[in-house]
């Protein structure tokens, strides 16, 4: 059983048609890359997962649990993190204070669940692991915006996820921080958890996902490996115009 | 059931409607271009009426000379003076400080008019008081009734007209899309915002006049009729100008038929009997209306330049409670009776600003009904507390506001920013007119009302009286930091930031804002409660719609974010009150706050965030008076905040301006 399945996903606004059966599913313990070009309905399909956008047509399915009537707040708590192309941050907390509140709501949750360790360690521990343990203290307003996105990420990993969608992570982190940033998703992925990465940095995205799907006008017109996706004519077609390079 | 009667009924509310239609056009003008809802528009057709009045009834001008002073020159005069003077400061300022700045304008104008005009119960006449009146399906319709339904289809016409077919309106609408595209294009949003204030406030002139001859001139009356133009605009979603007038109208007939419909149902009237339901009619269609709207996207995040303050630690709140009480102990022992008594009221008012640096400083939700809540405590103090002075009735005041509080907020969390605040208004208006004034709450006669007697020591007398409010505002602000520094205080301050985050992580939004709301409506119970006792008998003026909208103004004048706003708006009031008794003007209270509007308009995060900073530079950190937050972080902080295109967007991708 997938981890998360979306099932012939359609969202129109208007006479818009922004999502077109929209078919994919996401395994636990891997790293699945969607990718596309600007306007291709990445962010619009992470709003339908997430439950914030209300699809017109589909179902979206969290292990093996149709969540496709929750609300954001009830599929957050069935696993479902996510972060946001543009920025969702506390801008008036601290960084440390964006993770604890995430953890806080986390541990109210499993109040009679299995060991868990107290708040300020899992705090601590996710601030160090996505590397902001210097700027933890700081009003996140003040933070660049490379920061904030770890800002996000350590509000969504506090949250105890099974499934985490990222919206293009990687936009502001420098070369350095990025490589180092695509190694912490695949530790997290052999930790177990199911990811779903959007991101425009494309070389990262083959690097490290397993699978990867390719939506152009808001239908998938490739899935498979890096290997063949980075094969396939249709993608390259959509994606650059031409055959281009960046794939 | 007599047709006749009925279509009486129904072509009176259709002149009504009518009436209605021009004030809530000119509403939405102003609105749209500016992003400032103009709370004060009923109030300048207030003023406009009795300026109308003046000139034709006392100083004997002639008819069309007065209405082309009052409509031409008097209404676009004011209206482009408070755009010039006040609201092109408030750009980029918090939900609240843009709401209560109009309500200041609007207590100003009341506080004017009962200066001026002071006493006089006048009433106007209408156009052609002497001409027969015209048939007209076999109704009798006034000459005056005639002008009014022919005046709001030409304003409906011409705006139409003006908006679509010259260049200056055309540049308005441009305005209201995208005023950085418009000025790219060669047009000044500042002249276009002033020039539909003026448009706007000469619409309110033009209803004021013809509503005056309706009902009797009376300043509160007048004013609070904008809640129906409100209504009507609501109906337009505050964009389109044929909805707004096909709500007018709606309401027109709502107001005029719902007590025939009454009237001839057994079960209603019987059940309705002793309700002074009619005068709250106008408040139980905005709120149906407001109820039909759906807006349940969550908000995200949105810059302002709202700033953070520190939070005050326990020890430090508990350390400036003890001084504030040990001063207020020392320094009630200088001041008469009737001081102290005024002192009570104002901290009693204080602990209501309290429940909304909670409600609104800290959760970013606007409420304009606090006194609403206000009045049940009073009301679960009476029957609790009674003579006796029983503690326990500031336990039932809470107890019985906060439920309340939760019941409200259950339809009204539908909506968010102004048409919540709207909602709330429309509450208090109702609380205010039918159920305080119900002789089953109150009485009709002065009810004994003992105070505090804790543990056999009685507080009887008016210095130990004002220690008691001063102890219970602390008492309570000590707790509402505390909620601050907790878990819940952390969520409400991510809900604050970005619902649409926390929604992410979790939380429920909903469930939130209703502890929040509930909270903050028993805060204000245990306030009510407090004002009761201070006046040893509760009565339905004290909890009347118009002293709710000034506790708002009091806090975000404070800097609704730091609870010290609840006592400096308290310690205003309470002087303000004094101030105005030894000059003998009467309601100063209400003239003062007109200054405080364009002082926000200056400073819109509220004076006491100026004067924090001040503190903080002089004294050091180490030192520093408890309550007084700490040096705030110089970043614009995200707060709830609506802009029209937020509120009036349906949720899909559609943009555009005044239709």
């Known amino acids: 059983m997938a981890l998360l399945e979306v099932r012939r996903v359609d969202v129109r606004f208007g006479g818009l048609h922004v999502l077109h059966d929209v078919t994919f599913a996401c395994e636990a313990g891997e790293i699945t890359g969607l990718i596309g070009p600007n306007g291709a309905g990445k962010t619009t399909t992470f709003n339908v997962i997430s439950g914030v956008q209300t699809p017109t047509e589909g179902t979206v399915i969290l292990n093996g649990e149709d969540v496709s009537s929750l609300k954001p707040h009830l599929r957050a708590r069935r696993g479902i993190a996510r972060t946001f192309q543009r920025l969702e941050v506390f801008g008036s907390m601290t960084a440390r204070d964006n993770v604890r509140v995430a953890a806080e709501v986390a541990q109210r949750r499993r109040k009679h669940g299995a060991a ?58 420098n070369e350095r921080e990025s490589a180092a940033f695509g190694e912490l998703l695949t530790e997290l992925a052999d930790e177990g958890l199911g990811i779903l990465l959007v991101e425009h940095d494309v070389p990262m995205v083959m690097a490290i996902c397993e699978r990867v799907h390719v939506l152009d006008q808001g239908m998938v017109i490739a899935s498979g490996t890096p290997a063949e996706v980075q094969a396939n004519n249709a993608v390259q077609e959509a994606y650059l115009g031409t055959k281009g390079a960046a794939l | 059931m007599d047709v006749k009667e009925i279509l009486q009924l129904v072509v009176i509310g259709v002149a009504m409607g009518s009436a209605y239609a021009i004030a809530a056009s000119g509403l939405v003008v102003t609105y749209t271009t500016s992003g400032i809802f103009n709370f004060a528009h009923g109030a300048i057709g207030m003023l406009s009426s009795f300026l109308y009045w003046q000139l034709t009834v006392q100083d004997g001008w002639p008819v069309w000379l007065s209405v082309i002073v009052v409509v031409l020159g008097f209404g676009p005069a004011v209206g482009a003076i408070i755009e010039f003077g006040i609201v092109r400061g408030l750009r980029g300022s918090s939900l609240a400080t843009r709401i209560v700045v109009t309500i200041a304008l609007m207590v100003f104008a009341m506080g004017l008019a009962t200066n001026i005009w002071q006493g006089q119960s006048a009433s106007l006449p209408g156009f052609f008081p002497d001409a027969d009146p015209v048939r007209f399906l076999d109704v009798a319709l006034s000459v005056h009734q005639v002008i009014v339904i022919v005046c709001a289809l030409t304003v409906a016409v011409g705006l139409r007209f003006f908006l679509f077919r010259t260049r200056v309106g055309t540049a308005m609408r441009a305005v209201v899309d995208s005023p950085a595209t418009a000025s790219l294009n060669g047009i000044k949003p500042d002249v276009v915002s002033q020039l539909s204030w003026a448009i706007g406030a000469g619409l309110a002139a033009l209803a004021g006049v013809l509503i005056g001859p309706m009902l009797q001139l009376e300043a509160f009356a007048l004013t609070f009729l904008v809640i129906n133009a409100y209504a009507a605009a609501v109906v337009g979603r505050l964009r389109s100008l044929p909805m707004t007038f096909v709500g007018a109208v709606g309401l027109g007939l709502f107001i005029n038929l719902v007590p025939y419909v009454v009237e001839h149902i057994g079960f209603l009237s019987s059940a309705l009997d002793g309700w002074r339901y009619q005068p709250a009619l106008p408040a139980v269609f905005l709120f149906i209306v407001l109820m039909l709207i759906k807006d349940s996207s969550l908000r995200g995040a949105r810059p302002t330049r709202a700033r953070t303050m520190r939070v005050p630690t326990f020890t430090e709140s508990v350390l400036g409670s003890a001084g504030v009480i040990a001063f207020t102990i020392v320094v009630a022992q200088f001041l008469s009776n009737d001081t102290l008594n005024r002192l009570q009221l104002g ?313």
């Open chain 1, 116 to 173: 868990k360790g107290s708040v300020r360690d899992v705090v601590n521990l996710i601030i160090e692991r996505v590397g902001l343990s210097e700027v933890a203290d700081e009003q996140s307003d003040a933070l660049p915006t490379g920061h904030l996105r770890l800002v996000e990420l350590g509000r969504a990993l506090a949250t105890g996820p099974s499934l985490l969608l990222l919206d293009e992570p990687s936009s502001g982190l």
């Open chain 2, 347 to 659: 901290f009693g008012v204080g602990v209501v600003g309290l429940s909304l640096v909670l409600l609104t400083g800290y959760g970013g939700q606007v409420s304009l009904g606090q006194m609403g809540f206000a009045g049940v405590g009073a009301f679960a103090m009476l029957k609790f507390g009674g003579a006796s002075g029983n503690p326990l009735g500031l336990l039932a005041a809470f107890a019985l506001a906060a439920p309340v509080g939760a019941l409200v907020a259950i339809p009204a969390l539908r909506v968010r920013g102004l048409y919540l605040a709207l909602t709330t208004m429309a509450f208090a208006q109702f609380m205010d007119e039918t159920v305080f004034r119900h002789e089953g709450v109150f009485g009709s006669t002065s009810n004994a009302l003992g105070r505090l007697s804790i543990f056999g020591v009685s507080t009887d007398g008016d210095k130990a009286y004002l220690v008691t409010v001063v102890t219970v505002l602390c008492l309570l602000s000590i707790g509402v930091l505390a909620l601050r520094r907790s878990r819940y205080g952390r969520v409400l301050t991510g809900m604050r930031d970005s619902e649409l985050a926390s929604a992410t992580l979790g939380i429920d939004p909903r469930a939130v804002k209703l502890v929040t709301f509930a909270l903050s409506a028993g805060i204000a119970g245990v306030g009510g409660a407090l004002m009761a006792m201070a006046n040893e008998g509760a009565a339905a003026e004290q909890f009347a719609l118009v002293q709710s909208l000034p506790v708002l103004l009091i806090v975000v004048v404070g800097g609704v974010g730091m609870v010290t706003s609840a006592f400096s708006g308290g310690l205003a009031l309470g002087l303000m009150s004094i101030v105005g008794k030894q000059v003998d003007i009467s309601n100063l209270d209400l003239l003062l706050t007109g200054v405080a509007a364009v002082g926000l308009s200056r400073s819109p995060e509220g004076w006491g965030v100026g004067l924090a900073d001040q503190v903080t530079r002089i004294v050091p950190t180490s030192r520093r008076f408890a309550f007084l937050p700490g040096r705030p972080a110089p970043q614009p902080e995200p707060v709830d905040e609506v802009t029209p295109a937020d509120v009036t967007r349906p949720s899909g991708v559609r943009a555009g301006g005044l239709v």
